[in-house]
């Protein structure tokens, strides 16, 4: 110990390998992704953005137009939120708080439509048109 301090070491005690420098790890560290994950981001968000024009441009009607235009703007927003808002390199239990919010919100609005739906119904079978 007395050899350590002497050669400016502060002792260090067991497995001390004579100045043998330990990686230092910084808290901030900033971790940058290659550009070509962005520019194949880039790329199927454009390609995306091409299916969604494309259904208007065919002129698909009906469940099915909405159906693939919604899908397609939900794998855009999935890819911007997963890659340009590093969402995909997040702790899981961030990605749970961010997301899991949106998703209930989406459900309770599917509840209240349906309840509507059911309410309306009712209402056409018990009182009669409505005029």
Not at 73 to 84: D, Q, R, T
């Amino acid at each position: 110990m007395a050899e350590a301090t002497a050669h400016g070491h502060a002792g260090h005690g067991v497995g001390d390998h004579h100045g043998a420098a330990a990686p230092v790890v910084h808290a901030d560290a900033h971790q940058e992704h290659p550009i070509k994950l962005y520019l194949v981001v880039w790329g199927w968000l454009f390609i995306l953005s091409a299916g969604s024009y494309f259904v208007d441009y065919v002129g698909l009607e009906g469940y099915l137009r909405w159906t693939l235009i919604l899908l397609f703007m939900v794998l855009k927003a999935g890819l911007i939120v997963a890659v340009f808002m590093h969402m995909a390199w997040e702790r899981l239990a961030i990605v749970y708080a961010i997301l899991l919010p949106p998703v209930l919100v989406l459900v309770f609005v599917v509840m209240m439509a349906l309840e509507s739906d059911y309410t309306l119904w009712m209402r056409t079978t018990f009182f009669g048109a409505l005029s």
